[in-house]
């Protein structure tokens, strides 16, 4: 390949970057298993507890935390809302990650930034690869 070449598939790839971020992005399940630990571990999309909006509080109800053997919401019961969980892509570096069970309205109404990755770093972690095994796919081969 020459270097005009090169450029040329170069530039075609940057210039369609934003569909090649999507095609990594969206449904990527490791992406989603980002969001999953972070509800496990009851922190929200910006890395704080999750904390109930109609209480207050960042711990269950007693009586519902002895029936759940846990303390603090992880927004984990049957494993539906997990089950349902999808990302998409919706504009130019714009995702949501969102559940698509009846009563996941109802959960954002309870609690701020369910869906979401706190921690951005682990994201390139996952997403540059890819773009760069795309980009040496379409560029270099």
């Known amino acids: 390949m020459t270097i005009k070449e090169l450029r040329k598939k170069s530039n075609a790839f940057i210039s369609n970057i ?32 999750l904390v109930n909006n109609m209480t207050g509080s960042a711990n269950l109800s007693p009586g519902y935390a002895k029936r759940k053997n846990k303390s603090k919401p992880d927004i984990y ?16 570096k714009d995702y949501v990650i969102t559940s698509y ?14 869906f979401g990755i706190q921690d951005s770093n682990k994201a390139y972690g996952i997403t540059t690869p890819l773009l760069s095994n795309l980009y040496n796919r379409l560029v270099l081969k």
Not at 77 to 92: C, I, K, N, Q, S
């Open 101 to 114: 069970t009846p009563y996941t309205p109802h959960l954002q109404d309870m609690y701020d930034d369910l």
């Open 77 to 92: 019961d049957t494993g539906a809302t997990f089950r349902e969980m999808d990302l998409l892509f919706h504009e130019p």
């Open 18 to 49: 934003d569909s090649h971020i999507a095609s990594v992005v969206e449904h990527n399940e490791k992406l989603l298993q980002l969001n999953k630990a972070q509800l496990k571990s009851s922190k929200n999309a910006k890395g704080g507890s």
